[in-house]
């Protein structure tokens, strides 16, 4: 005689599963950021990691009510199907039966804010990917379910963190490199957000219109003028592609060399300001 259906469990276990599936979320991102320049501003770790532990409330809560109402559903509508196909549990039926559930709210929201369809499609296939995944490892009726969920779980999270920094230390994941560049790259115009520019010819010349400037406003402690004038500029190629440098020597301009970022296909200048160690960049980018 087969184990009588704790639907209970079934609430804590898609629960704890949610809760999961976050956490590897998170992890990934944060694998994936280390794939990519670094943005102008630095991020304030330290609060980025304050905000998710706080977060951590609202993150059991949302995927508890996501249980509630497609999960607890999903997985009746699965013991339904099994018990007309002679008891054999029909894993199978939980992503269509998860589709089935989300099928009208999906679509009364992409509706409601004119959301694109293959947009809305993406988003449908994802959340019934995720909700499945809670109903497939809420359906055993086993002693220990809830242990073994917690154990695998935690151990997929802490093995994709530790394979994630291996993987960027020893060269399987591409982390970021600012991309090599040569004198050739450098003639033309570099522009700011703001749209001031650096033009550089082949002669070594160089002209600046308006860059560097740092208003009292945006940056009270570490204001500076614009820069505007002509003088020369020399690419340095450095031992590696994180020591390449451009000098300009601009009068007027008392600027450090400039530092090589963004990507091959993006390249950008650029240089630290508001101090040694701040990690806030302002950025020129290729016409």
């Known amino acids: 005689m087969r184990q009588k259906r704790s639907y209970g469990r079934v609430l804590v276990v898609s629960t704890l599963v949610g809760c999961l599936e976050v956490a590897l979320t998170a992890v990934v991102v944060l694998v994936y ?73 999906v679509l009364v929201f992409a509706t409601y804010n004119d ?38 779980g935690t151990a997929v999270v802490a093995g994709t963190g530790v394979f994630g920094a291996l993987g960027l230390a020893v060269g399987l994941l591409p982390a970021y490199e600012p991309p090599r560049i040569g004198p050739e790259t450098m003639t ?42 002509s003088g020369t500029w020399v690419y340095e190629g450095g031992r590696d592609v994180w020591t390449q440098k451009v000098h300009v020597d601009i009068p007027g301009c008392a600027w450090p060399a400039w530092n090589v970022g963004g990507t091959a296909g993006e390249p950008r200048l650029q240089q630290e300001i508001g101090g040694p160690g701040s990690g806030r960049l302002y950025k020129l980018r290729k016409a």
């Open 33 to 105: 950021v280390r794939t990519q320049p670094p943005p102008d501003t630095p991020p304030d770790w330290a609060a980025i990691g304050g905000s998710l532990i706080a977060l951590t409330p609202l993150v059991g809560f949302v995927s508890f009510l996501l249980t509630l109402v497609f999960v607890l559903p999903a997985v009746a509508l699965v013991d339904l199907l099994s018990r007309g196909l002679g008891g054999r549990t029909a894993w199978w039926a939980a992503p269509p039966a998860v589709a089935a559930l989300l099928a009208a709210p």
């Open 115 to 152: 959301a694109r369809t293959g947009d809305t499609l993406v988003f449908w296939a994802s959340a019934t990917a995720s909700l499945s995944l809670g109903v497939v490892s809420a359906l055993p009726r086993g002693d220990g379910l809830l242990r073994r969920v917690a154990l695998w």
């Open 188 to 229: 033309g115009s570099w522009f700011d957000h703001t749209g001031n520019t650096l033009v550089f010819t082949p002669d070594g010349r160089v002209t600046a219109s308006g860059v560097g400037g740092r208003s009292a406003v945006d940056y009270p402690g570490n204001a500076a003028p614009s820069c505007s004038g």
